[in-house]
């Protein structure tokens, strides 16, 4: 009979092992260390990572119920992605991840975090909108770009029945309204658990507006 791993609640609903946490904790580590020469995060923000960037970033955990192929879309310093990533490999074991990211150095800090929590990921250092399909059931985003631009990141990316989970602000429902002249979508608007006036978006059915 083997023993259960201690668990912790993350967030409201997320409850991971003493493990994983530990894997988030070494992952903030080296984001303190690797920003000080490379602008990952606003420094700003360093001191606060914690929730505002790792636990915001984990409660994309909560909607994303199924799918094998997870596409992290301008990865940046791996939010939302790599977080998820993170936990996945205990939560999801045969799920796959990709993160794409243009910049070279972000890139690098990717794969470091990778090698170091011994969490499988493939990193792909090119432009999005040069990078062929990659017929990803869920694709996430943050701080990224407007709705409408993302929405054609996700019919470009997106494999048949995809779904978006993207973090967004206060401008999220005129976001909605602008992209609905492009787009044709069903959106579920989830609160977020971390910051005031910011929410999930969970967005299928993507097609373009005729």
Partial sequence: MTSKKPAEALIDGLVVSRETID?????????????????????????????????????????????????DIGSGAGFPGLVCAIISAETHPDRKFTLLEADQRKTEFLRSVSRETSTPVTVIAERIERQASLGADIISARALAPLKHLLAHVDRHGAPGATALLLKGRTHRDEVEEALAQWRFQTQIRPSRTQEDAVVLEISEVERAE
């Fill in 23 to 71: 894997k988030l904790k070494q992952y903030q580590a080296l984001l303190e260390k690797w920003n000080r020469s490379i602008n990952l995060v606003a420094r700003s923000t360093i001191q606060d990572a914690w929730e505002r960037h790792i636990l915001d970033s984990a409660q994309l955990m909560l909607p994303a119920r199924a799918g094998e192929h997870w596409l």
